[in-house]
């Protein structure tokens, strides 16, 4: 999705309200052990895909299985805290991003530990 000031300004605006969601709205204890790392809004504002991270990958892929199957409750939550005339379609997903950057570190290290030896 392409990025202008709006659509970031939109962007924050949700993942402030959605922080809000996940600590006072939803009762998962698993969700303090995540991280919204990311927040795309489509140009019309009718889609935002939520990014979502963790420290364990298999734990945070079935949090973002069971957040989309509560795409409708949050999304109304949601609704209640921001003030737009359309309350974006929500799309959550896993952001590889931290678990990538980590196993590029290793990789660095890994070398880094053979050239010295």
């Not at 605006?13 to 006072?24: G, L």
């Amino acid at each position: 999705m392409r990025k202008t000031k709006r659509t970031s300004r939109v962007g924050e605006t949700i993942r402030d309200a959605m922080v809000e969601v996940f600590r006072h709205d939803l009762s998962d204890n698993r969700l303090p052990m995540i991280s919204i790392t990311e927040i795309e809004v489509s140009p019309d504002l009718h889609l935002a895909r939520v990014f979502i991270s963790g420290l364990k990958e298999d734990e945070t892929k079935e949090i973002v299985k069971d957040l989309a199957a509560q795409q409708g409750k949050i999304r109304h939550f949601l609704g209640q805290r921001i003030r737009l005339r359309v309350t974006p379609e929500l799309e959550f997903r896993y952001d590889e991003t931290p678990a990538r950057a980590g196993r590029i570190e290793q990789l660095l290290a890994d070398i880094k530990k053979n050239e010295q030896s």
